[in-house]
């Protein structure tokens, strides 16, 4: 079975720093690997996804993540946060069940970010 | 598009009681699934359908039912609530193409709480 492990339960920083998020994953065949954010009291919204084509995935505002095999990492980073970016991010995996793919979801990150 | 849409927003329940969590949603899409969201453990998902009439257990799938008789609707009935099933329950939908992860799009939720 496929699972992901998110490095850090809260990362804060300060507005106008960088971002890094941590995800690792587990696979035994390529992995499709996802990272959603949650904003407070909403639902889940796509950043981006990785399905084996570029390893340098761009997402939605500012957000990339970057596919390393050997290190079986998809780390999730924006070069400068914005107070609109304080969220909890979750890393995805796509697992293979009888019918189709179903995700499976990283305990997630809540970023924090100060003025 | 009103996308994926979940009725009640919030629900307290009795021990034992049960209910229905309604999920439509009108882009068409062939699968949806279920999920619930604990604190501090990511989403797990529930039961998920790939069409009218066919349905899966998630991980997750003990005191719950769903059923799948239309495209656009994906029902989730509790029959005997227990404190344990106190969660945020998310439902969510995909075009569904086989063996490709397609983005999943989430419903705003529904809060639960069985006291």
């Known amino acids: 079975a496929q699972s992901v492990t998110q490095l850090d339960s809260h990362v804060s920083v300060s507005e106008g720093t960088p971002v890094l998020l941590r995800c690792n994953y587990s696979?035994?065949?390529?992995?499709?690997l996802f990272w959603y954010v949650q904003h407070p009291n909403k639902g889940l919204q796509l950043l981006l996804k990785?399905?084996?084509?570029?390893?340098l995935v761009k997402g939605i505002n500012g957000f990339e993540a970057e596919f390393k095999k050997s290190e079986t990492s998809f780390h999730l980073t924006k070069p400068s946060a914005h107070m609109s970016d304080a969220a909890e991010y979750f890393c995805?995996?796509?697992?293979?069940?009888?019918?189709?793919?179903?995700?499976?979801f990283g305990a997630g990150t809540i970023l924090r970010v100060k003025s | 598009n009103a996308g994926v849409t979940q009725t009640p927003k919030f629900r307290i329940l009795k021990i034992g009681q049960s209910m229905t969590l309604q999920c439509t949603q009108d882009?068409?899409?062939?699968?949806m699934y279920w999920y619930r969201q604990d604190p501090g453990m990511g989403l797990k998902l529930i039961y998920y359908?790939?069409?009218?009439?066919?349905?899966d257990k998630g991980e997750v799938p003990n005191g719950y039912n769903v059923s799948r008789s239309t495209t656009e609707d994906f029902p989730l009935r509790l029959e005997l609530a227990a404190p344990s099933q106190t969660s945020v329950y998310f439902c969510?939908?995909?075009?569904?193409?086989?063996?490709?992860?397609?983005?999943?799009?989430f419903g705003p939720g529904t809060r639960l709480t069985v006291l």
């Open positions: 969510a939908s995909s075009y569904g193409i086989a063996g490709t992860p397609d983005t999943q799009y």
């Open positions: 696979s035994s065949y390529s992995p499709s």
């Open positions: 990785y399905t084996s084509a570029a390893t």
């Open positions: 995805v995996v796509s697992d293979r069940g009888e019918y189709g793919n179903k995700l499976v």
């Open positions: 882009m068409n899409h062939n699968y």
């Open positions: 359908s790939v069409g009218a009439g066919i349905t």
